[in-house]
């Protein structure tokens, strides 16, 4: 699969120039200045970062580049040192997780964070309006309102129909294979009918099979004008259906554009992707992208 092919005659970055930090025609997602240090180390220092509506970019780099970190500073699970940044227009920076989904941006976590003691079906529930992350406690205790309840199960029924998970969906989500665990969080993700979603490796320890319905996903998404803004290392995944590739390196945007773009600047290649096959599978299990 070549991204010509995937992409054939849809040049969705209309002009883009391919410069770090380059301005796009309509962005969804324009951030400024966003830093964050860990003692003396600056894990995140972008400069400026845009992202094209309607789109899936690609975020790459190497292990500890900083990725998951501005994952979690732009969705709000993670305090910035500085910077601004707007979603549809909006300032959103300072803004909680579930503010932040709210807002219409989502994401999921590099470990998935499916709670593997309650069923398939609760846990999509779980991602509905209002039930998010850090009020689950709350979420259980609180009288749920039955009109509300039955839309949100309706809505979690249609969405593990589309991700072939409707059959467990009585099942505890422990019981699920690791790649089934990750269309979980993603189809969870969904939930609130977000226009971004951001997907921290979302195809890292899944077997092939379940890799191809994992990218059939991302470009459905698209497809229903999603802008969809994923991590991923393998190269060949990322060439096949990427319209627009962002290089992180020590917490910089270094390189910016098209596949083709990025498949011809070697100096990206050697030396910041060149030894990304073999760590790939070592960043799926060993690095802890929820911090
Ligand atoms: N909570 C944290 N405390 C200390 N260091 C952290 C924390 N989170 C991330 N880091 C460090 O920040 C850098 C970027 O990490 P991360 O964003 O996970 O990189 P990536 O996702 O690109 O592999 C790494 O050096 C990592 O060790
Ligand atoms: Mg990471």
Same mark, same amino acid.
């Given at each position: ?171 505890? %989500? &422990? ?7 990750? /269309? !979980?969080?993603?189809?969870? #993700? $969904?939930?609130? @009918? ?9 195809? %890292? &320890? ?7 319905? /994992? !990218?059939?996903?991302?470009? #459905? $998404?698209?497809? @229903? ?67």
């Amino acid at each position: 699969m070549s991204s010509d092919e995937t992409n054939a005659g849809v040049d969705r970055m209309a002009g883009a120039e391919p410069v770090p930090g380059s301005a796009k025609s309509d962005p969804i997602l324009v951030a400024d200045g966003v830093r964050r240090s860990f003692g003396g180390l600056r894990a995140v220092d972008v400069e400026h970062l845009e992202v094209q509506r309607g789109t899936i970019t690609a975020l790459i780099g190497p292990n500890g580049a900083g990725k998951s970190t501005l994952f979690n500073l732009l969705t709000g699970f993670d305090r910035v040192d500085g910077g601004r940044w707007t979603f549809e227009g909006r300032a959103v920076n300072g803004r909680r997780g579930h503010q932040v989904a709210r807002a219409g941006m989502v994401r999921t976590f590099q470990l998935t964070k499916a709670l593997t003691r309650m069923t398939v079906l609760d846990n999509m529930l779980l991602g509905a309006p209002g039930q998010f992350g850090e009020r689950m406690a709350g979420a259980f205790l609180r009288p749920v309102w039955q009109g509300q309840e039955r839309l949100n199960t309706e809505r979690a029924l249609d969405l593990l129909e589309r991700f072939k998970l409707v059959d467990k969906r009585h099942e505890l %989500a &422990g019981a699920l294979s690791g790649g089934q665990r990750k /269309l !979980l969080e993603m189809a969870r #993700s $969904l939930m609130t @009918d977000p226009t971004m979603i951001m997907l921290d490796e979302p195809m %890292a &320890g899944v077997n092939p099979a379940l890799v191809q319905s /994992l !990218l059939g996903h991302i470009t #459905s $998404l698209r497809d @229903d004008g999603k802008t969809v803004l994923f991590v991923e290392h393998d190269m060949d995944v990322i060439m096949g259906i990427s319209d627009w590739i962002v290089v992180l390196a020590q917490g910089q945007v270094i390189a910016e554009g098209r596949p083709s773009d990025i498949r011809s600047n070697r100096q990206v290649i050697d030396a910041y992707l060149g030894a990304q096959e073999e760590s790939s599978e070592a960043a799926g299990s060993g690095d802890d992208g929820q911090r």
